[in-house]
């Protein structure tokens, strides 16, 4: 059983950075492809970005050239830094494994993912 728990959210200013980290624990964590979704309010959960277990990355349009997914597989560890936050950013950000397609890269629905943490909060206020 994998868990995972994120940490790093909280309330910045347009423009501003943050970076989010989630550390696993109870599974193998270099065998996971790990990803970010998003739910803003009245909203559906939506991907931000992943990444493969060998280091391939992919991202979702509206924060390509924003935001970066890492990992460091010594630590247990996925970070997804934030630079240029704007409003629409604003959500809870869930962190996500993917222990069986782990190798894939744009794999981005929901149903793909068999671990979820608990989600931070990101607001950005204007």
């Known amino acids: 059983q994998v868990q995972l728990v994120e940490t790093g959210g909280g309330l910045v200013l347009a423009g501003d950075s943050l970076r989010l980290s989630c550390t696993t624990s109870?599974?193998?964590?270099?065998?996971?492809?790990m990803a970010w979704f998003r739910q803003a309010p009245e909203k559906e959960r939506e991907f931000v970005a992943r990444v493969s277990a060998t280091g391939g990355t992919h991202y979702a349009d509206s924060v390509k050239g924003r935001f970066t997914i890492s990992r460091d597989n010594a630590k247990n560890t996925v970070y997804l830094q934030m630079n240029s936050l704007k409003p629409e950013d604003t959500a809870v950000y869930y962190c996500a494994a993917d222990d069986r397609f782990f190798a894939s890269t744009a794999l981005i629905s929901r149903q793909y993912y068999t671990y979820w943490g608990q989600g931070t909060q990101v607001t950005v206020s204007s």
């Open positions: 109870g599974g193998t964590f270099s065998r996971c492809a």
